[in-house]
DNA sequence: TCACCAAACTTGATTAATTCAAGAATCGCC
DNA sequence: GGCGATTCTTGAATTAATCAAGTTTGGTGA
C-alpha cells in the first residue's frame, strides 16, 4: 500500500483536469495508482486506509468525476465488474485471463492511434480502438486444466 | 419478428454442439438471429412472442448453455449490460455508438485471425483479441451535440 | 481573513441485472 | 413407452450501481 505519486502531485492532476481537490479524490487517485485495474469495491477499501470514514458514493462519485475528466480510464472486460485505471496519455491495451481474470498492459504493436482503421466503418466516426486480448496468464497457463 | 432460419436448421446448429434440443432454446436462438446484438431483457421478450410461458431463468441458463458450446458470443461493451450474437466462425469485431449505444459489425481490416500479436504478451498464452471501435453512429454524428 | 455558494459528501433507500435453490417437467436413449 | 439426467418453473436473494435529501466543504471574491 506505499504511495506512488504524493498528495501534492494528484492534486495537481485534479486542478489541472478543473476538478475541485478533495480528500477523497485525492486518495481515490492514490488508490488508483496503487491498485492498478482495481474494481470499485477494492478501490473503496483502499481509499478507506487513507480515510476510514469515506462514503461508497464518494468513491461512486468521484470515480465518474475522474473518469468524465479523463484522468481515469473506466475498462470492464466481459463478465467483469467495472475496473479502473489510472490513464496515461499513451494508448494501450489489456491482456486478459481467461481463468483467474488478472488484467495486464500492453503497449499497442501499431503505433500511436492504431487500429483507427476498420475495414468498413459503416458511416461511424471512429474516435477510439480498445483491444482485449484473451487468453491465459503465465501462472495458469502452467497449471493442468488444459481450458477450464 | 420473421424467422431467418427455420426451427429445424437452429435444431441442427444445437446438436451439433452437443447441446438438448428443447423449445425454449429453439426460441432463443432464434430471437438472437431476429436480434443481433440484443440484451438479455430483449431476448427474454422476443422469446415469449413464440413461447410465452418461458420464465427468464430459462434464458438466462440457454445463454450460458449456448455461449459455453460457442454457438452464441456474449459481448458486454463498456457500461452496458450484456448482449448476444449469433455467432459465425468469423473473427468480426464491433462498432459502438457513444450517443445511443448502437453497436455494428465490422470484419477485421487484417485478416482472419489478426490483432492476435501484442507487441509483449507478458507471458500470456494469447487466444483471442477482441476490438471494439468507439465512435458515433451515422445517426448522434449527424446531430448538433459535438461531444455528449 | 472571512463569508458565501455551488460542488461534493453522507446517509439511507432503491433499482436493475443476474444468480441461487428446490421441486416439476421434458428430452433423448433404450 | 419408460427411465434418468438435464432443463425448466417458481420465487427469493445477491451484487453493483444509482437516486434522493440534507449537510459539509473547497475555492472564490470581498
Redesign the interface.
Known amino acids: 500500500m506505499e504511495q506512488i505519486a504524493d498528495a501534492e502531485d494528484l492534486a495537481q492532476v485534479l486542478r489541472g483536469a478543473s476538478l475541485r481537490v478533495t480528500r477523497p479524490r485525492v486518495a481515490l487517485l492514490a488508490a488508483v495508482h496503487d491498485h492498478p485495474h482495481a474494481d470499485t469495491d477494492t478501490l473503496i477499501r483502499a481509499v478507506r486506509v487513507a480515510l476510514p470514514e469515506v462514503s461508497h458514493q464518494a468513491v461512486y462519485d468521484s470515480l465518474h468525476a475522474l473518469t468524465g475528466a479523463g484522468v481515469l480510464r473506466?475498462?470492464?472486460p466481459?463478465?467483469s465488474v467495472?475496473r479502473y485505471e489510472a490513464r496515461i496519455d499513451d494508448n494501450h491495451?489489456h491482456?486478459v485471463?481467461?481463468s483467474c481474470g488478472a488484467i495486464?498492459d500492453?503497449?499497442?504493436?501499431v503505433g500511436d492511434a492504431p487500429?483507427?482503421?476498420?475495414?468498413?466503418?459503416?458511416?461511424?466516426?471512429?474516435?477510439?480502438?480498445?483491444?482485449?486480448?484473451?487468453?491465459?496468464?503465465?501462472t495458469c497457463?502452467a497449471t493442468s486444466a488444459p481450458t477450464p
Open positions: 473506466r475498462i470492464q466481459n463478465g467495472a491495451h491482456l485471463c481467461r495486464a500492453v503497449d499497442c504493436a487500429c483507427l482503421t476498420a475495414a468498413h466503418d459503416h458511416g461511424f466516426a471512429i474516435e477510439e480502438a480498445e483491444v482485449i486480448y484473451w487468453g491465459r496468464c503465465p497457463a
